[in-house]
């Protein structure tokens, strides 16, 4: 199963220019989530969606853009990349619904740099 | 004030000892409590979720103290395995996994 797909896994980005991050999830999740990790920070939320057509902001949504078009895809674009930018981005999928055997499924990071 | 505070660490423990993870939640309003493991350069990984009566799942033992706003995580007979960084989560939202608060993680090396 591949359960939730980043690509890429790496990427090195001059400042100022814009790119797109991936997440596919094939669980038929309606949730997903874009988060981003640094050291001693912690994951902070970016932005989330609870369904096609439905996102919203996350705690830092500054300088990010996201979209639901279909269930499986979740894009994270930078529309002008910045140094402060540079982190190790997760997107992270789940159900709603499970109770308290809920579980938010992750993908392999990108790990990102702005020059 | 983080709205998840958790020791830092590392704990550096031998093979076979018991060592506890504590973490403190700032919003009250908190509804689902997990923790989540993190091996190094990984992605995050659900351990166990955290019910309010506590709960067991082989060596691991999680309590949650609504009152205090406080979760813990109980290794015992620790194996090198287990080496990783625990971290605890919180949301707002009952019943799912979504829109999570994550603490910064404890780092837990386990060592022969």
């Known amino acids: 199963n591949a359960g939730v797909t980043q690509t890429p896994k790496f990427q090195v980005l001059k400042t100022g220019q814009s790119m797109t991050l991936q997440c596919a999830q094939d669980m038929n999740h309606e949730y997903m989530s874009w988060y981003r990790q640094d050291p001693g920070m912690g994951l902070r939320l970016i932005h989330y969606?609870?369904?096609?057509?439905?996102?919203d902001q996350g705690e830092v949504p500054n300088g990010y853009n996201v979209s639901r078009s279909t269930t499986e895809d979740f894009p994270l674009r930078l529309l002008s990349a910045a140094p402060s930018q540079t982190s190790v981005y997760f997107c992270?999928?789940?159900?709603?619904?499970?109770?308290?055997?809920?579980?938010?499924?992750f993908g392999q990071g990108t790990r990102l740099t702005v020059v | 004030r983080k709205e998840v505070e958790q020791d830092p660490g590392p704990f550096n423990v031998p093979e076979g000892a018991t060592v506890a993870f504590n973490c403190t939640y700032s919003?009250?309003?908190?509804?689902?409590f997990f923790w989540y493991r993190q091996d190094c350069r990984k992605e995050p990984k659900l351990l166990m979720s955290?019910?309010?009566s506590g709960n067991e799942d082989g060596r691991f033992t999680a309590q949650l103290n609504r009152a205090s706003q406080y979760i813990s995580l109980l290794i015992r007979d620790s194996k090198l395995s287990d080496s990783a960084t625990y971290l605890c989560?919180?949301?707002?939202?009952?019943?799912?996994?979504?829109?999570?608060?994550f603490g910064t993680g404890t780092r837990l090396q386990v060592t022969l």
């Open positions: 989560v919180v949301t707002a939202w009952p019943g799912t996994a979504s829109k999570l608060t």
């Open positions: 919003n009250s309003a908190s509804q689902s």
């Open positions: 992270a999928s789940s159900s709603p619904g499970q109770g308290l055997n809920t579980e938010a499924f």
């Open positions: 969606s609870v369904g096609a057509g439905i996102t």
């Open positions: 955290v019910y309010s």
